[in-house]
């Protein structure tokens, strides 16, 4: 389906309807995440949806750091989702923005709301501030010092901005409703004091304001028309419009929110993440198992299987969980289109092809490095007299279903020779340390002229000429199907078998030089892509070769 054949999402819907009244002649959509941790496939949604908006209508998307509580966030963080947002192929309108660059108009418009009569310097501490503001089924009640004068109120204002007074000692509050059946519209707090640097304002900031009130006017600051976000802001919204309402705003940005994405047997919520990260469950918050666009792309998953995961998940305010293998299925597809292939055994048995002459007897075989893309050419293949094949291709007696290499019958090696064995070498603990066989001439792309054929056909490498490596297999980091579900304990669910580490893996030559875009399938085995640990610029002898299981070949999910 082209872009314009698929149906629309209700808010190109809604776009559309603004383009075509006149109401919005540029679009300009924001990505605001806050830079309190590594992003993940839950931004990866929205991501796509701003961005992509922006894209189908010929608009703009800003980068916005909502940077609003210094004591969680980092620049480490900020240098991150910028890398993150860049490889899932997106670019955002000039300069990255910054709340915090707006803290001065943000501080004006409090005053000026002040000078309004619309906002209060409040005493009150945190647990009387919850104590009057009632509950759903119960009015708040004012507080006392809500009738301040507007004197009154700028002098304290501007003595909390001069870090006067100790964190919580007061708040900036606006003057709405203490009655008002949505709570966030009772008298909300817009200004806390916390003397604490900032990492983009340094010490500047005795007081720093709260998410509600920077967001909205951060958008209207920069022309954002369609602000777009996840449900739980729904009922944020009428004080979005209030401010919008009540302040001299250049622009009337108009919020709209859809469901957020939730994939079952993960965690996604950069609090949790930091937890995994912080207690050492996993290697970093780019850890090949972690949720993260980090380390989904360090494991081997391609931005390209990402954004079509996204795409394949819909945009709507219905809230759901999307099914692990959903997101699997699309990098299965992007890799088995686009993976160059390659053979490497991860659990090597020597085999000794006794019939090859012991002088002289490599060969070189050329091998597709796609079987239906001719474009992405060939490799060429050593075979000696000796190989590595898998252990697990080899039994002695075998049965029916083992399509594999069985004393006394025979299999084909993938791209090169039919082979059978004869006998297999045992060392003192009755464990199979080689087997031997014959190569059956002739059969280099023919099958065998006395008409009996391979069983099968299984991977090896030349155990003369290969290239050893370290290979990592990944499984789920948790157990249960929804870790965090209703208050759950996650880290009481997590697998103790999520990483296996194999090492003397054994793959073919063509892997010194590894390739760094994009994984490869190794034959027969799955798709593994090269790890920032690898070392290869260095000579052979001592080069290092890591390589993580990106996915296997076949859904397993469930079983
Ligand atoms: P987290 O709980 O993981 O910290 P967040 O919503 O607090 O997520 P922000 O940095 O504030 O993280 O998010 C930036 C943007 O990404 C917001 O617009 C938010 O709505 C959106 N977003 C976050 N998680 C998801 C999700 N699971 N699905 C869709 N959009 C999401
Ligand atoms: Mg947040």
Redesign the pocket.
Known sequence: MTDTEKPLNFIQKIIEEDIASGKTTQVQTR????P??YL?I??A??ICLNFGLAKKYGGQCNLRF?DTNPEKEDVEYVESIKNDVKWLGFEWADQVKFSSSYFDQLYDWAVYLIKEGKAYVCDLTQEETREYRGNLTEAGKNSPFRERSVEENLDLFERMRDGEFEDGARSLRVKIDMAHGNMQMRDPIIYRIKNIEHHQTGDKWHIYPSYDYAHGQGDAIEGVTHSV??LE?AEHQPLYNWFIDNLPVPSKPRQYEFS???VNYLV????KLKQLVDENVVNGWDDPRMPTISGMRRRGYTAQSIRNFIESTGVTRVDGVVDMSQLEFSVREDLNENSPRAMCILRPLKVTLWNVPEENSTEYLVAPNHPQREDMGTRTLIFDREIYIDKEDFQEEGNKKFKRLVIGKRVRLRNAYVIEADEAIKDSNGEIIEVKARIIEGTLGNNPEDGIKPKGVIHWVSAIQNVDCEVRLYDRLFNDIAPDAGGKDYMESLNPDSLEVLTGCKGEVSLQSPRTDIPYQFEREGYYFLDADSDYDQDLENQRLVFNRTIGLRDTWDK
């Open positions: 990505f605001p995440p806050e309190n941790g993940h839950g931004h949604k929205s909502d976000c996840t802001f957020r994405l939730n996604t919520s950069k609090r």
